[in-house]
Each structure stands twice: as C-alpha cells, then as structure tokens.
C-alpha cells in the first residue's frame, strides 16, 4: 500500500468516526456504514495482498474482499469485544472499525516498506507500466466480472424479496396478553387485576384459564374479541396465591400466551 492510499484510508476513517460521534443523522449514517462496511476491508486488503506481485489479487477479487473482510471484522471483533467485557455500543463498534482500520494500514505501509528486496520479488515479463498491468481480456471477462454481475444480481434479489417480504408482514398482528399492577388486597382476600389480550385476528376460539399456586383452576372464561382484535376485562384473584394466567386456543387446547401474577406481599407474610 503506498502512502496516498494510506494517508486516504487514515482521514477517511478520522473523518468517519469524528462523524458518527458528533454528526447529525445524514452525516453519521453515511460514515457509519463506510466505517462498518469499507474501511476495514480495503484496509485489510491492502495488508494482507501485495500489489507488486503477478500472482496477487485481480480488481474484482479486491471489490468482493473489501465487504466480506468488513464484516468479518465486526462479526469475529464483536465476538471478542464481548468476550472480554466490553460494550457493543456506538462507541464500541466504532472503537473496533476504527482500530482494526488503522492497524491493518499500518501493517501494510510496513509491508510495502520493509518487505522483499526488489531482487527476491517476481519481475513480470516485458517492460513498462503496461506489463505490470493485467489486461481486460475475453477470458478474464468471463471469469472475473461475470461471476460478480451474477452475485450483485443475486443480491439485489433477495434484497427485493426481503423488502417486499417486510412491506407484508409489517402489520401483522401478534397476539399479545398483559396484565395491570394488581390492586389492593380486599377484605375478601382478593386483588382485582386487569387483564387484556390484543391481535386476536386469527383462529380462535379462545379461553383465558387461571390456575393458583398448586395448579388448582380458579377461574377460566370465554374471551371474545371486539372488533379491533381486543378484549380486555377486570378479575379477581386470591391475593395469597401465585397466579398463572394462560390463553388457550386451538383443539385440543394448548397454552398460547402464559403469564405470572405473583401474591401479595403482605398476604404472604
């Protein structure tokens, strides 16, 4: 790596992280993924394959180097980052780009600079910088940029698909149950709870049991959803026991939606 890729790839990730600590949303954004997705890997890249050698990479094994090397970075750093500790935050994840971006071009300046002496490195034949230059010929055509077009295409599918997939399912309906802080305990021994389940929008038909603290059934309703997939209603329960709820459907029934009401403090004392 010669100093003006190194001196580019340093200011562009001083750049970067300074932006995504202090940037707004349209700076931040774009720095992030430069630091997340490019950064690391053209630096890693450069440290790891030599220009001057025959036998080194072409361009496109370089362009398809860059983000898979970035992302390793961040899979295999974040891996390590939490190993150790660490917190995968803003400034956790910018730490690593950063770092792993800095070194690796310090490796490959070393490199370049105190690596073979010219006469133990491979001369290629003929003279001139157009022989040291690998020419854009039919069969490097098919073999190179060819299977690249074939993955870019692939990509942009499956991102196609993924996007009209989550433009479908965004408002799909989940089928939730909740319940309300319990009230006081009463002089009966009961607590009033509020219960409410929402996107009933599916097969039903559904039934709300509860059980105490040695599996006892205690209570156990029909619910019916309104006509926004809700339904919601206030019970009472003991306030010595512990209370699970459950939302049955489908036959035989089987528990959909489970929670726990714990007793009362006081009643257990």
Not at 29 to 56: C, E, I, K, Q, Y
Not at 211 to 219: F, K, L, N, P
């Amino acid at each position: 790596m010669n100093a003006v890729r190194a001196g580019v790839l340093t200011g562009l990730t001083v750049v970067s992280g300074a932006a995504v600590l202090l940037g707004p949303l349209p700076v931040s954004a774009p720095a992030g993924l430069l630091l997340s997705l490019v950064l690391p890997g053209a630096a890693l890249v450069g440290a790891l394959f030599r220009r001057d050698r025959p036998d080194d990479l072409g361009g496109v094994e370089r362009l398809v180097l860059i983000p898979a090397l970035s992302l390793a970075t961040l899979v295999l750093g974040g891996l390590l980052l939490w190993a150790v500790g660490g917190t995968l935050n803003r400034v956790g994840w910018l730490g690593l780009s950063a770092a792993t971006t800095l070194v690796a071009v310090a490796v490959a300046v070393a490199r370049q600079r105190w690596g073979a002496p010219a006469g133990d490195r491979p001369e290629p034949a003929g003279d001139g910088p157009a022989a040291r230059r690998p020419r854009l010929t039919r069969p490097r055509l098919v073999h190179e940029v060819l299977p690249l077009v074939f993955v870019v295409a692939l990509l942009a599918g499956f991102g196609w698909y993924s996007f009209r997939d989550s433009e479908r399912t965004y408002n799909m309906a989940v089928v939730s149950l909740s319940a309300a802080p319990p009230g006081p305990v009463a002089a009966d021994g009961n607590r009033a709870v509020r219960l409410s389940v929402t996107g009933l929008t599916g097969a039903g038909p559904y039934t709300l049991v509860a059980t105490d603290s040695v599996g006892e059934q205690i209570d156990r309703r029909k619910v019916e959803a309104d006509a926004r997939g809700s339904w919601s209603a206030t019970v009472k329960y003991p306030a010595d026991q512990r209370v699970t709820v459950k939302l049955l459907t489908g036959t035989p029934a089987r528990a959909y939606r489970e929670l726990v009401i714990a007793a009362a403090a006081a009643a257990r004392r």
